[in-house]
């Protein structure tokens, strides 16, 4: 495997430097770009059978035609869905796409404090007083040691919430297909019924797509929030907007939202943008962010680190099988 090379796509100063200081140590010779992975830039991992992808540029069949002309043979996405790379085209070429884990802690903290914010209204007070408004919120917030919280997906990230859960004193139900030891599992249908936040960390699938659909968020109970740290998908924007137009909900916090590409991570003020998005922006009870929950330094360290571990054992792995 010696002398084995990567091209890492889509890095920002900090990932770069990253990649420049570790890549070495896992006997891997980088080349860096900013540049995003398309079929322009293919031509910079020729002779590399191994790249490094961020999760914010789609990688397209053209994409992936262009890198295996290149010679690549293996995806490292530096995230751990990858549901921006077409996998089963990926596969079709000979090329194997590979994700990465981190530490769920980011995700874990972000999302217990869109829950915070969204129960007290954090929001609109907080934009009364960058305008010097300093009058209290219209209505009073919620505690969480009095309600119920919903987790729906209790893998890494689920886990590391309901663990931040337990020390609020809240009841937390928890729906997934394998039961967590220590909670109260139940059915999508009746946890969706008794929570008063419902937050969402499942993985999307042909099966998870639009899981909180019409019917679904229907049966929330009157005055739930959703939190959506997942992904956009998962959630029936247009239904759950009914909602809350309607004020059967009582709030959402959303880090991720249906067509996110190309607007989260760009600079929108002067665009027209979706009008889902704007409606929803136009809600006091609701937030928005960029898709920035796993935005953390710890983060940004174990998915360029795995990223180059991933492409170390392929290229050792293909050494082998050609030895």
């Known amino acids: 495997m010696t002398g ?62 262009a890198l295996e002309r290149a010679g690549v043979r293996y995806v ?79 893998g890494r990230i689920g886990s590391a919430v309901i663990t931040r859960l337990r020390g609020f004193g809240c009841r937390v139900l928890t ?19 008794r929570s008063d936040v419902v937050t969402l960390h499942t993985p999307l699938e042909a099966g998870t797509h639009h899981l909180l659909d019409r019917r679904r968020i229907a049966r929330l109970k ?7 740290t997942g992904r956009g998908p998962l959630v029936d924007t247009a239904a759950l907007l009914a909602a809350l137009e ?4 009582g709030g959402a916090a959303l880090d991720v939202l249906e067509g996110e590409q190309g607007v989260f991570y760009a600079d929108c003020r002067d665009r027209v943008l979706d009008d889902a998005l704007v409606r929803l922006q136009r809600l006091p009870n609701v937030l928005v962010t960029p898709h920035t929950a796993y935005y953390t330094d710890r983060a940004l360290s174990d998915t360029v680190e795995h990223s180059l571990i991933n492409c170390r054992e392929f290229e050792r792995q293909e050494s082998a099988w050609i030895g």
Do not use: Q, W
Request: glycine share 8%.
């Open 246 to 249: 309607a004020g059967r909900l």
């Open 4 to 65: 084995a090379a990567i091209t890492a796509y889509g890095c920002e100063p900090d990932e770069a430097a990253l990649f420049r200081r570790l890549a070495p140590r896992h006997g891997l010779t980088p080349t860096i770009t900013a540049a995003a992975v398309s079929e322009a830039t293919a031509a910079l991992a020729k002779g590399r059978r191994c790249v490094s992808v961020g999760h914010r540029t789609p990688v397209t069949p053209p994409v992936l035609r």
């Open 76 to 154: 490292s996405t530096r995230s751990v869905g990858y549901d921006h790379i077409d996998v089963d085209y990926a596969a079709s070429l000979g090329i194997t796409v590979g994700n990465v884990d981190y530490a769920p802690d980011g995700v874990a903290d972000y999302t217990l404090m869109l829950i915070l914010m969204v129960l007290r209204h954090a929001r609109s007070t907080v934009r009364r007083a960058d305008v010097h408004d300093y009058r209290l919120a219209d209505g009073r917030g919620r505690e969480l040691r009095d309600l119920t919280v919903g987790v729906v997906g209790t």
């Open 175 to 193: 729906h997934d297909h394998r039961p967590a030891s220590g909670t109260e599992h139940t059915s999508l249908d009746d946890l969706l019924r």
């Open 222 to 228: 009157e005055g739930a929030c959703v939190v959506n």
